[in-house]
């Protein structure tokens, strides 16, 4: 069975703060890696993609550890707009089936 | 504007009866799937397509059916709905015939079955 294990939440965090988020995922010859944001009711959005060789956007960088099976989403100087769900997001070995973990909540306050 | 919709954005039905939420992308993208969302348990994949007339299970395909007759429209058909199919369910294209590229999810059909 695929699964995809999160931090449980909520985060609540000060403005500012720096926090990460861990994602461990159990099928060894999963092919790709996804932390996408949901606010609250709304849809997902791709937040960003996940490279073996870690990948920075602005305030968010994004590590793989394959050999951990271990995914990794740090977001430094938090703002209130940060406030959402973030979900740990595997794409399956055949690139077809897309596992979702149940995602971890964010609270940034002032 | 380049969007994924679906219809009706919420809905209360009884057992029993069929229904239909139509989902369609202006994108030509390739791959189309079907989620849905329950609190505690995420988003879990139901039907997913890689092209016209070629769809597949995900994880939690029973009780439902979809058909991909074109490139743009991906219809959920629920032919007996249960209560336990109440969920939040979001449609999600994207371009490449696989899962590797960014999802983008319509805004989703708030389903309640009496």
């Known amino acids: 069975r695929k699964e995809v294990e999160q931090d449980p939440g909520p985060f609540n965090v000060p403005e500012g703060a720096t926090v990460a988020f861990n994602c461990t995922y159990s099928n060894s010859a999963s092919q790709s890696f996804f932390w996408y944001r949901q606010d609250c009711r709304k849809e997902p959005k791709l937040l960003m993609s996940?490279?073996?060789s870690g990948n920075e956007d602005g305030r968010f960088t994004a590590q793989l550890n394959r050999a951990s099976q271990y995914i990794s989403l740090l977001i430094r100087d938090s703002k209130l707009s940060d406030s959402a769900t973030y979900l740990c997001?595997?794409?399956?070995?055949?690139?077809?089936?897309?596992?979702f973990g149940k995602g971890t909540m964010l609270l940034v306050s002032p | 504007e380049a969007q994924v919709t679906q219809n009706p954005r919420y809905l209360i039905t009884v057992t029993g009866k069929k229904l239909t939420v139509t989902c369609s992308q202006n994108?030509?993208?390739?791959?189309m799937s079907w989620y849905r969302q329950d609190p505690g348990l995420g988003l879990r994949q139901i039907y997913y397509s890689m092209n016209v007339e070629v769809t597949d299970k995900g994880d939690v395909p029973e009780g439902y059916k979809v058909s991909r007759k074109e490139k743009r429209n991906f219809p959920l058909i629920l032919e007996s709905p249960s209560p336990n199919q109440t969920s939040l369910y979001f449609c999600?294209?994207?371009?490449?015939?696989?899962?590797?590229?960014?999802?983008?999810f319509g805004p989703g059909t708030r389903l309640t079955v009496l």
């Open positions: 997001v595997v794409l399956d070995s055949g690139y077809s089936t897309l596992t």
């Open positions: 999600a294209s994207s371009p490449a015939a696989s899962g590797r590229d960014t999802q983008y």
């Open positions: 994108m030509n993208h390739e791959y």
């Open positions: 996940v490279y073996s």
